[in-house]
């Protein structure tokens, strides 16, 4: 594949070890021709919405769900356009003509989209050698659009992925990128760039990012992307924190190979999504390495898998590895699967199909090396790590909370921002201070009752929270008076002792009930300080 722009043109490393960002100079022609390819996908209306309204919500499903056809099927009955040339070239992965080329990217040019490696070209005939498609999204700093190049896919290659095959934006980089808090950073780490999406998203709230993959060919796509969408990125190649030794971050983001992937010479190895290593050791790697990266208070995000075994929690595994890390962590397990199901979905992933002998021999290998340690289950989740101020631990949250996902853009970074802030602050503060503080009820919070019919009170109440992890806390009589008193007129001590007064209840007992109670709310952001 031709350089789709190269190493010394985007980034460069100073003599102290430290990075920096190398100018480039005017005319140089591989900027020329990026701005030149940014420009026709503008003028042609390249976006998410349009190709939407090209082939319509029915055949974009399908897209979703890797079957192209129905796409293929309604480009062909539609007038022919710069757009649909585009679409069917870099999205659906079909060949089209050097002429359709030349009227869809004006500025460019065929001949510049092969220059670039976009394509090859034959005669008359182009063919794809990347996707290239089009991103939008709306996150904490507002609405966003992007161009994002990667390798094609399977439904375009109508084979299994080449082993360096680099990912375009997949399910696990988009929970990712909703993840990531939204206040701003001096430096970003994303560690494992790919094709550098969770890098451009850092970019919106940070003053520089660095990304770094063992993958060169990655490196090089997330160098290409960046330039195409104006963003700086520097780029380092290298295992895990090896290119960044000796450097500190504010910010790490990784969606690290946490593939569980049996190690054998008749079992591929995809750089994007297997580490490498035994079971789920990338993920303790990370775990147990990045606080040697961040600066005090930095805060660390990620995506991962952890066995379970027959004689260990998989959670618990997870604590093990946050304990000797000496960090704060909050972990998120949303989904466990069952051993032969995690294996068939990765298979399939790589381009192998079910019912193939190629496909039951790799199944085999899998099944066998989860057996050769006991492996019960495999858990998803989310870590959040902190590098604590002053080396004093003060969060250790491990819990499962079914498709933890949101649905708020942006929410569920905003919603871990509010409980990390929530959390900080109750900590700071001992019993004393608490009862002296005032509280409001966050916005998305709402409160229902379960009436019996006929009966005027309720058999059941609780707090249901809108936005962030959706959580629901059962409320009795006392927790419900105070949450429906916390507007931040009175103290947390005298709604306690306004409600021990009503309730006819010992006031030292009650506040001995409710204040831890009180600082869980805190921690989950469904309480708010005033």
């Known amino acids: 594949m031709p350089s789709l722009l190269s190493t010394d043109a985007a980034a460069g490393r100073c003599e102290d070890g430290g990075s920096r960002r190398v ?19 503008e003028t042609a209306g390249y976006t998410v919405d349009a190709l939407r309204e090209l082939w319509g919500d029915s055949a974009d499903a399908a897209l979703h769900r890797g079957r192209r056809l129905p796409a293929l099927r309604r480009l062909e009955a539609s007038a022919p356009s710069p757009l649909a040339t585009l679409a069917r070239l870099f999205v659906l992965g079909y060949p089209s003509t050097k002429e359709d080329l030349d009227r869809a990217l004006p500025s460019l040019g065929a001949l510049g989209a092969e220059q670039l490696g976009l394509v090859g070209i034959e005669g008359d005939a182009v063919a794809p050698a990347l996707d290239l498609r089009p991103y939008s999204f709306v996150d904490a700093f507002g609405a966003g659009h992007w161009w994002i190049a990667s390798d094609l896919g399977e439904i375009a290659t109508d084979g299994p992925l080449r082993l360096d095959h680099v990912l375009g934006v997949g399910g696990a980089s988009l929970t990712l990128a909703r993840l990531q808090l939204p206040t701003r950073a001096r430096r970003v780490l994303d560690l494992g760039t790919g094709s550098g999406i969770q890098a451009l998203h ?13 993958s ?11 330039a195409l969408n104006e963003t700086l990125v520097v780029t380092r190649l290298g295992s895990l924190f090896d290119p960044v030794r000796g450097e500190r971050y504010d910010r790490v983001v990784s969606n690290p190979p946490f593939v569980i992937t049996p190690r054998g010479a008749d079992v591929p190895d995809y750089e994007y999504r297997d580490g490498g290593l035994v079971g789920d050791g990338i993920v303790e790697a990370v775990v147990r390495g990045v606080s040697d990266v961040l600066v005090e208070g930095g805060i660390a995000q990620l995506l991962g898998n952890w066995e379970y075994r027959a004689d260990e929690d998989g959670l618990d595994r997870v604590r093990g590895w946050a304990e000797a890390s000496g960090l704060d962590a909050w972990v998120i397990e949303r989904e466990r699967q069952d051993p032969s ?8 992933d790589g381009g192998t199909l079910p019912g193939t002998p190629a496909f039951d021999a790799l199944h085999e290998a899998w099944l066998a090396d989860f057996d050769a340690r006991g492996v019960t289950a495999v858990g998803f989740g989310y870590l959040l790590l902190r590098r604590p101020v002053g080396g004093v631990v003060t969060l250790r949250r491990f819990e499962r909370v079914a498709d933890a996902l949101g649905d708020e853009p942006g929410g569920l970074g905003r919603h871990l921002q509010a409980a990390l802030d929530g959390h900080d602050w109750q900590v700071e503060r001992d019993d004393v201070a608490l009862l002296s503080a005032r509280l409001v009820v966050a916005p998305d919070v709402t409160e229902q009752r379960h009436h019996w019919p006929g009966d005027a009170d309720p058999a059941a109440m609780d707090l249901r929270q809108g936005g962030g992890f959706m959580r629901t806390v059962l409320l009795d009589t006392a927790l419900a008076a105070f949450v429906g008193a916390c507007d931040g007129e009175l103290a947390v001590g005298q709604i306690i002792a306004a409600i021990a007064s009503l309730l006819e ?24 300080p005033d």
């Open 23 to 41: 100018p480039r100079q005017e005319g140089d022609p591989v900027t020329e021709q990026i701005t030149a390819l940014r420009r026709d996908l």
């Open 202 to 214: 850092a970019s919106r709230g940070a003053d520089e990012v660095v990304a770094t993959d063992i």
């Open 216 to 226: 060169a060919r990655a490196l090089e796509l997330t160098r290409f992307n960046a």
């Open 341 to 348: 199901l995690y294996a068939e979905t990765w298979i399939r």
């Open 505 to 528: 209840a010992d006031e030292s007992e009650l506040r001995a009930e409710l204040l831890p109670r009180i600082r869980s709310l805190l921690d989950d952001a469904m309480l708010l």
